[in-house]
């Protein structure tokens, strides 16, 4: 058990609405990842963080932002929610030191409706 | 840019038979990872093993082995004697050194279904 927690585990929204999902992580590791999962596209990566306040875009950035301001936990934001980013996403963390290196580790997955 | 395919999207076995799921990547980088994942009906993603590019000795871990060719970019998966429980999607993975480090790239995943 790696520790990640996902809030909220669902959640049904409106388009234009803003949107918040939370990764909580208890064990202090340095590298975390959001990715969304759509049938045929199996996991695409929107933002990672490296450090706290350190982040970098991944594939599909577009429409989201990121904040780490603390080691455990790292913020997933859809500004304006729209019918395209519903989704299944799931947080990461990576557990060894070098950031290419890591095996990940998922949390449970937050399922976000936007209707 | 990297890139992975899992041209299988659908494998249907019965249980007890031998099976490969295959994984083709392409990248310019000459130290990178491959990873696979596997996602159960339940939906959580579990990490199953890691390669480095420099490492080609096949693995086996029970009755699960990898078969890690750079000739043909290629990490395939096999299950000796599936079993039910070895259901799920499963998603082959890769990462790069240098500026592509952190982004790591999923194939679209195989879905394994094995019948009793």
């Known amino acids: 058990d790696a520790g990640i927690t996902q809030s909220p585990r669902h959640k049904v929204t409106e388009t234009g609405t803003p949107v918040t999902l939370r990764c909580h992580q208890t064990e202090n590791h340095r590298y975390m990842y959001w990715y969304r999962q759509d049938p045929g596209h199996g996991l695409r990566l929107i933002h990672y963080?490296?450090?706290?306040?350190?982040?970098d875009k991944g594939e599909v950035s577009d429409g989201y932002s990121v904040s780490r301001s603390k080691t455990e936990d790292f913020l997933l934001t859809l500004e304006s929610a729209t019918s395209s980013q519903t989704s299944v996403y799931f947080c990461a963390i990576g557990t060894s030191g070098n950031l290419a290196y890591n095996e990940q580790f998922f949390g449970p997955g937050t399922r976000l409706t936007v209707l | 840019a990297q890139k992975v395919t899992q041209a299988q999207t659908e494998i249907s076995v019965v249980e007890k038979e031998d099976v490969t799921l295959d994984c083709v990547y392409e990248t310019r980088d000459t130290t990178y990872y491959l990873f696979w994942y596997k996602q159960p009906p339940s939906g959580e993603l579990v990490f199953l093993i890691r390669?480095?590019?420099?490492?080609?000795q096949n693995e086996i871990s029970g009755r699960y082995s990898w078969n890690f060719q750079k000739s043909t970019s290629s990490f395939n998966f096999t299950i000796t004697a599936s079993q039910v429980v070895d259901s799920a999607v499963y998603f082959c993975a890769l990462s790069e050194e240098g500026t592509n480090a952190g982004k790591s790239t999923f194939g679209d995943g195989t879905t394994l279904t094995v019948k009793p």
């Open positions: 390669r480095n590019s420099f490492d080609e």
């Open positions: 963080s490296y450090g706290v306040k350190d982040t």
